[in-house]
């Protein structure tokens, strides 16, 4: 069983559409997260929930909005795509935010806006 | 605010041969620190993390990492690789405290290459 799944694994899309990506996790935690990996694979934090009530937001463009369902639920839905937001999207979950703590990384999403 | 340096963006080495990954962080507060692997076309695994305790840490195939609070490093060892150990290795660290809310600050990845 895959503890932290998202779908797609791969989106190819125009710009100026909208998608969404999902993510899903297993474990039973209570936090999960969005990284942006860039080109240069340098990793970055989008957003984080806890207990489905949004903790961190960095400073990403307001046509990024994540959703959080459910506890095991975390999806990003992104608005008017742009050449830049071509990325691999991670996401993640741990069981809480006690300090120190492992967070567990999905496979990743590659999205390619043409 | 807190930053992740790892130092070389690409590590050839021979296999059976020792490695050694480079990390050096900046932080005014006490930190975390991991290091994750990525193989190809794969997600992010923890290999090992230090929170406190011991400054040598080990951690899952093998690998060893170092924390020097004085030199603020972290480096990551492995005494003989493998071929199977070719992937790219992210240094992280998460800052001690309530305020982080679990965020990690990644280095720009280092890709080791093993060659036979």
């Known amino acids: 069983d895959t503890a932290v799944s998202q779908t797609p694994k791969y989106l190819v899309t125009q710009m100026g559409n909208d998608k969404s990506i999902k993510c899903e996790q297993n474990l039973g935690h209570d936090t999960m997260y969005w990284y942006k990996q860039d080109s240069k694979k340098f990793l970055k934090i989008m957003f984080s929930y806890n207990n489905k009530e949004l903790i961190i937001n960095e400073t990403v463009p307001n046509r990024f909005s994540p959703k959080s369902p459910d506890k095991a639920h975390l999806n990003l839905h992104i608005n008017s795509l742009e050449l830049g937001d071509s990325a691999v999207y991670f996401c993640a979950s741990s069981q809480g935010l006690v300090e120190g703590e492992t967070q567990y990384f999905g496979p990743g999403t590659r999205l390619l806006v043409l | 605010a807190q930053s992740v340096t790892q130092l070389d963006s690409q590590v050839p080495v021979f296999e059976e041969a020792p490695v050694e990954l480079r990390c050096n962080y900046s932080?005014?507060?006490?930190?975390?620190l991991f290091w994750y692997v990525q193989y190809p076309n794969q997600g992010l695994q923890l290999l090992l993390k230090y929170l406190s305790g011991s400054t040598l840490v080990k951690g899952i195939n093998g690998f060893e990492a170092e924390f020097n609070k004085s030199q603020t490093s972290f480096h990551l060892r492995k005494p003989s690789v493998h071929i199977s150990d070719t992937a790219e290795y992210f240094c992280a660290l998460r800052t001690a405290g309530g305020t982080s809310y679990g965020k990690l600050t990644f280095g720009q990845g280092t890709i080791l290459t093993v060659h036979p």
């Open positions: 932080s005014s507060v006490s930190v975390y």
